[in-house]
């Protein structure tokens, strides 16, 4: 009997994320309020919705991730970093700041595979530059962290960046703060 409850609660998560793409935006934001009331039952879908050609549906995915907030998403949260649309990168974006410091590691890690990836930087450098005022309670990130964010801003970031981030990597690893 519980797994048919499951199936119901998969169905209805799939149908709610069908409804993301519909052209009616009212149809959308309930569907939206409805999968952000679901919860991290409904990440694994949209983040698997963050990979759909129709760039409604990846924008409506990236924006309710925004407010679900949960560090599963990360990975393919990372990726839509370098998405073609400069909205849906934003929010993207946005989501790995609201996920907060479980997003930094591998958004590091990302900065160093994908050193060539603009959009990518672009990115990295927003999530990191809001990140740092809110973990000034952990000095030690802080002073990790301000370095990657300013390679960024210099005026070679794809060679600066990723020595940066992986010196941030490294630190992170051996205080033992990942």
Same mark, same amino acid.
């Given at each position: 009997?519980?797994?048919?409850? !499951?199936?119901?609660?998969?169905?209805?998560?799939? /149908? &709610?994320?069908?409804?993301?793409?519909?052209? =009616? !935006?009212? $149809?959308?934001?309930?569907?939206?309020?409805?999968?952000? /009331?679901? !919860?991290?039952?409904?990440?694994?879908?949209?983040?698997?919705?963050?990979?759909?050609?129709?760039?409604?549906?990846?924008?409506?995915?990236?924006?309710?991730?925004?407010?679900?907030? /949960?560090? $599963?998403?990360?990975?393919?949260?990372?990726?839509?970093?370098? =998405?073609?649309?400069? =909205?849906?990168?934003?929010?993207?974006?946005?989501? &790995?700041?609201?996920?907060?410091?479980?997003?930094?590691?591998?958004?590091?890690?990302?900065?160093?595979?994908?050193?060539? =990836?603009?959009?990518?930087?672009? !990115?990295?450098?927003?999530?990191?530059?809001?990140?740092?005022?809110?973990?000034?309670?952990?000095?030690?990130?802080?002073?990790?962290?301000?370095?990657?964010? /300013?390679?960024?801003?210099?005026?070679?970031?794809?060679?600066?960046?990723?020595?940066?981030?992986?010196?941030?990597?490294?630190?992170?690893?051996?205080?033992?703060?990942?």
């Amino acid at each position: 009997m519980e797994e048919d409850n !499951g199936k119901i609660g998969l169905n209805k998560i799939h /149908d &709610l994320i069908t409804k993301l793409g519909n052209s =009616d !935006g009212s $149809v959308r934001e309930n569907a939206r309020l409805a999968l952000i /009331d679901i !919860g991290k039952e409904a990440v694994p879908g949209l983040a698997e919705t963050l990979s759909s050609k129709q760039e409604q549906l990846r924008w409506e995915a990236a924006k309710t991730l925004v407010s679900i907030a /949960d560090p $599963v998403s990360v990975p393919a949260l990372i990726k839509v970093l370098r =998405d073609e649309i400069f =909205d849906i990168r934003w929010l993207a974006a946005e989501a &790995l700041i609201a996920i907060g410091k479980e997003s930094i590691e591998p958004l590091l890690q990302a900065i160093i595979n994908q050193s060539n =990836d603009s959009f990518l930087q672009e !990115g990295a450098h927003h999530i990191i530059a809001y990140l740092l005022p809110g973990l000034s309670k952990s000095r030690e990130l802080v002073e990790i962290l301000k370095p990657v964010k /300013d390679a960024l801003d210099s005026s070679a970031p794809r060679a600066a960046g990723p020595a940066a981030a992986q010196k941030a990597l490294e630190k992170m690893k051996h205080m033992k703060i990942t």
